[in-house]
């Protein structure tokens, strides 16, 4: 059922410190941040040929990336994202099969302008995955 890794989420304490980390050490072509506020995030998308980082930084009062960088004042991977075909579709076997969808079910716009879900990371080895229609 999933599709390729489309990014790794990475929360940052630093936004500006963490893009020029993958920009100029590592030669990576960054885009500039983008701020995503129903999600409470500013997002930095790194681009590496077979896939993407997404650097996440908190944006806003009650950001959830503002609790996970209390809890990991370095930050840290914060979830992964799976490309699905069909993102109801994907939902509703998942829900079958006894997974835990985020929030109230509905799908809400990621960054990329396509709709996303998350799922609980109790159900994923203590990783929260993000799916995206693609
Ligand atoms: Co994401």
Known sequence: MIGRLNHVAIAVPDL????????????????EPVDLPDHGVTTIFVETGNSKIELLHP???DSPIARFLERNPAGGVHHLCFEVEDIIAARDRLAGEGARIL?????????????????????FSGVLIEIEEA
Do not use: C, M
């Open 16 to 31: 500006e410190a963490a893009a020029r980390q993958y920009r100029d050490l590592l030669g990576a072509t960054v885009s």
């Open 59 to 61: 944006l806003g009062e």
């Open 103 to 123: 929030g109230d079910g509905q799908p809400k716009t990621g960054a990329h302008g396509k709709p996303i879900l998350f799922l609980h990371p109790k159900d």
